[in-house]
C-alpha cells in the first residue's frame, strides 16, 4: 500500500482496537487502566490519548479551548471528566486533526526505526501491527532500541504481525495480564487487512 492507503487502513484498525468502532468514543472521555488511578489521565479521541503520557493530548485540549485548570484536573483525574464532555465534543475537529497526525506520526516512526535498524518486515499486516503497538505504548528508539526493537532484531528474518503479538503477550505487563484484549487487537488488524486485499 501507498503511505495514503495505509493511514487510512490504519485508522480503521485503531477505531477498532480502541474504540470497538464506536465513533461516539472520540468526544468522551475513557479511563484507560479502569480505576482512575491518574497512571494515565483520561483519554480521548480515536487515537485515544492519554493524557498523563501522551504531550499532544494536552495540546489537543489547550488548542479545544480547556483552561490549565482543566487540563491538569483531567491529566490527574481529580476533576469530573464528564461534565467537560460538550466542551470536548465541540472541538471534534480540532481532535480529528491531532488523530491525523497520530496516526501519520506513529506510522513515519515505525518506518524510520525499521530503516535505521535494517529490521526487514513481511507486509504491511506487520508494519500496522507495528505501529499499533506504537499508537498504545510508543515504540522506544531513544538512544538505544527498546525491547521490541532488540526482538525483531533478534529474529533475523522479516517479521510478522504475529511476532508484534508475541512480544506482546510474553514480554509486556499489560500482554500477560490481558491476553485476550492482545489477542482481540490483532484479529481486528487481520479482519481488516483481510477485507482491504479482498
Same mark, same amino acid.
Given at each position: 500500500?501507498?503511505?495514503?492507503?495505509?493511514?487510512?487502513?490504519?485508522?480503521?484498525v485503531?477505531?477498532?482496537?480502541?474504540?470497538?468502532?464506536?465513533?461516539?468514543?472520540?468526544?468522551?472521555?475513557?479511563?484507560?487502566?479502569?480505576?482512575?488511578?491518574?497512571?494515565?489521565?483520561?483519554?480521548?479521541?480515536?487515537?485515544?490519548?492519554?493524557?498523563?503520557?501522551?504531550?499532544?493530548?494536552?495540546?489537543?485540549?489547550?488548542?479545544?479551548? +480547556? &483552561?490549565?485548570?482543566? =487540563?491538569?484536573?483531567? !491529566?490527574?483525574? @481529580?476533576?469530573?471528566?464528564?461534565?467537560?464532555? /460538550?466542551?470536548?465534543?465541540?472541538?471534534?475537529?480540532?481532535?480529528?486533526?491531532?488523530?491525523?497526525?497520530?496516526?501519520?506520526?506513529?506510522?513515519?516512526?515505525?518506518?524510520?526505526?525499521?530503516?535505521?535498524?535494517?529490521?526487514?518486515?513481511?507486509?504491511?499486516?506487520?508494519?500496522?501491527?507495528?505501529?499499533?503497538?506504537?499508537?498504545?505504548?510508543?515504540?522506544?528508539?531513544?538512544?538505544k532500541?527498546?525491547?521490541?526493537?532488540?526482538?525483531?532484531?533478534?529474529?533475523?528474518?522479516? +517479521? &510478522?504481525?504475529?511476532? =508484534?503479538?508475541?512480544? !506482546?503477550?510474553? @514480554?509486556?505487563?499489560?500482554?500477560?495480564?490481558? /491476553?485476550?484484549d492482545?489477542?482481540?487487537?490483532?484479529?481486528?488488524?487481520?479482519?481488516?487487512?483481510?477485507?482491504?486485499?479482498?
Open positions: 500500500m501507498n503511505m495514503a492507503d495505509l493511514i487510512k487502513t490504519f485508522r480503521k485503531i477505531i477498532a482496537n480502541e474504540l470497538d468502532n464506536d465513533l461516539a468514543f472520540v468526544t468522551k472521555f475513557s479511563d484507560p487502566d479502569g480505576v482512575r488511578s491518574g497512571k494515565s489521565g483520561w483519554s480521548f479521541g480515536a487515537c485515544q490519548f492519554d493524557l498523563q503520557n501522551n504531550p499532544a493530548a494536552a495540546t489537543c485540549l489547550r488548542a479545544i479551548g +480547556f &483552561t490549565p485548570e482543566e =487540563v491538569a484536573g483531567l !491529566k490527574a483525574q @481529580s476533576i469530573d471528566a464528564h461534565a467537560l464532555e /460538550p466542551k470536548l465534543k465541540a472541538g471534534a475537529g480540532i481532535i480529528e486533526k491531532f488523530d491525523a497526525a497520530q496516526l501519520t506520526g506513529c506510522l513515519v516512526r515505525c518506518e524510520a526505526i525499521l530503516s535505521r535498524h535494517g529490521i526487514p518486515v513481511i507486509d504491511d499486516t506487520a508494519l500496522l501491527a507495528l505501529a499499533d503497538y506504537s499508537n498504545q505504548y510508543y515504540l522506544s528508539d531513544i538512544d532500541p527498546g525491547y521490541l526493537v532488540h526482538y525483531l532484531l533478534g529474529l533475523k528474518v522479516p +517479521f &510478522t504481525a504475529r511476532d =508484534v503479538l508475541y512480544f !506482546k503477550l510474553n @514480554s509486556t505487563p499489560y500482554g500477560k495480564s490481558h /491476553p485476550g492482545c489477542k482481540r487487537r490483532y484479529n481486528n488488524l487481520v479482519k481488516i487487512m483481510e477485507t482491504a486485499a479482498a
